[in-house]
């Protein structure tokens, strides 16, 4: 069965230091891996994807994620953090069926402090 | 924002009854699935409609049920409504092959 881990419930940052937030997920075949973020009271706002092809994906509002397949990790990166950006960060994955049904993780809070 | 479209937006319900929400996908999308994120917790996958057809579905009971329009809108059924229904119902649309486009949402609780 797939599944996401998210190990960190919050991470906090300071404004313009860079910022990580973790994911590692188990899919059969080859892994379709998505980031999203939720406001408050908001639906799911698309960052990014990793399909095939180059290891680091560039997405949305500066982020980027690394894929790594050997550690079965996809975090999810941004060099300078902004207060902006705290808001609960999801990572899902896709299997085999690719865009059907998505596995998301628990979510991670990001808080970026002045 | 995305394109897709989500009403109502909040709903209060009691044990027992039955609720439907709706869902307007994106221009030029032909697919939608819906979620249900509880309260703390990741969107749970409950079922997708790719043209007008079921196309896969989650762990939920058959009292869950859905249905898609020839222009590819969609409704969300739950009947017998229980407690642990409460939760926030998120329903995203996607074309063929591409990532999908969440809507903001209806807060369903159940009291």
């Known amino acids: 069965a797939q599944s996401v881990a998210q190990p960190e419930d919050q991470v906090n940052v300071a404004e313009g230091n860079p910022l990580t937030v973790k994911c590692t997920y188990s899919v059969s075949g080859n892994p379709y891996l998505f980031w999203y973020v939720q406001y408050p009271n908001r639906g799911l706002q698309f960052l990014l994807k990793y399909i095939t092809g180059d290891n680091l994906v560039k997405g949305s509002y500066g982020f980027e994620a690394e894929f790594n397949k050997s550690q079965t990790s996809f975090h999810l990166k941004k060099p300078s953090a902004l207060v902006s950006d705290s808001a609960l960060y999801f990572c899902a994955a896709g299997g085999n069926t690719g865009f059907q049904k998505l596995v998301f993780g628990t979510g991670t809070r990001l808080l970026v402090s002045p | 924002e995305t394109g897709v479209t989500q009403s109502p937006t909040h709903l209060i319900k009691t044990r027992g009854q039955q609720v439907t929400l709706r869902c307007s996908s994106q221009s030029g999308h032909n697919t939608v699935s819906w979620y249900q994120q509880a309260l703390g917790q990741g969107p749970q996958f409950i079922f997708q409609y790719y043209r007008e057809e079921e196309n896969g579905r989650g762990n939920f009971p058959p009292r869950f049920s859905g249905l898609q329009f020839p222009n590819y809108s969609s409704e969300l059924n739950v009947n017998a409504l229980e407690l642990d229904d409460s939760a926030l119902y998120l329903c995203?649309?996607?074309?063929?092959?591409?990532?999908?486009?969440f809507g903001p949402g209806t807060r369903l609780t159940v009291l």
């Open positions: 995203a649309s996607s074309s063929t092959y591409n990532e999908q486009f």
